[in-house]
């Protein structure tokens, strides 16, 4: 069965540097989307992503945060600078279409330290 | 007021019981449903997808949307301890997700 699969599944980093997430999505999807769960709260949404651009992102998504899709197959979420409250799973995410089921990768946990 | 409102729970359960899962959500505008079960530190997985109002069913799992109320429900029955994760649920105003807190379910042998 298709998946989509997140690497690494865990990262640590210094605060101040900077990191980048990778995610394959499932092959035929067109729409990607990264989301965050800080530790004990809800799954927030970050960015969505369509036909190379960013087609809607939410206040989280600041100037330090930026995705890209460098091929066919990969999508990369990177934050230029880390906060510490950066720390939390991120998660990837596809769909084939608008309004269609939405599918997750099992997550990268990012501390910083 | 919150787009999204879902009890955190969690709730504990016998082996076999049915469990009711609700969620209530703000604007009536909205058309997709999901709920998505979620292990301790894995990935959401989804387990219903709905348009609209009415019932879904898939196995022991059956999804309701009542667009009236603004109400939806994620019906379980003969619950298994393999059950016992946090349930999401989540709306989908076309291009992103919007997840409630997620109810945490214990099913005990």
């Known amino acids: 069965e298709p998946e989509v699969t997140q690497t690494p599944s865990h990262q640590v980093t210094q605060m101040g540097q900077e990191v980048i997430l990778r995610c394959v999505p499932i092959s035929n999807h067109l729409y990607f989307y990264w989301y965050r769960q800080i530790l004990g709260q809800k799954v927030e949404f970050l960015v969505s992503f369509y036909n190379n651009e960013i087609s809607e992102k939410s206040e989280i998504f600041d100037d330090q945060f930026s995705v890209e899709r460098p091929d066919g197959s990969n999508f990369t979420l990177k934050i230029r600078s880390t906060k510490l409250e950066d720390s939390a799973m991120y998660f990837c995410?596809?769909?084939?279409?608008?309004?269609?089921?939405?599918?997750f990768g099992q997550g990268t946990r990012l501390t910083v330290v | 007021q919150k787009e999204v409102e879902q009890d955190p729970g969690p709730l504990s359960v016998p082996e076999g019981a049915i469990v009711s899962l609700n969620c209530t959500y703000s604007?009536?505008?909205?058309?997709?449903f999901m709920w998505y079960r979620q292990y301790s530190r894995k990935g959401p997985e989804l387990l219903m997808y709905t348009y609209s109002s009415g019932n879904k069913e898939d196995g022991r799992f059956t999804a309701q949307v009542d667009k009236s109320s603004k109400y939806i429900s994620l019906f379980i029955r003969d619950s298994q301890p393999s059950d016992s994760a946090t349930y999401l649920c989540?709306?989908?105003?076309?291009?992103?997700?919007?997840f409630g807190t997620g109810t945490r379910l214990q099913v005990f042998p």
């Open positions: 989540a709306i989908r105003p076309i291009d992103k997700l919007i």
């Open positions: 995410a596809s769909s084939l279409g608008l309004n269609t089921e939405a599918f």
């Open positions: 604007n009536s505008a909205f058309q997709y």
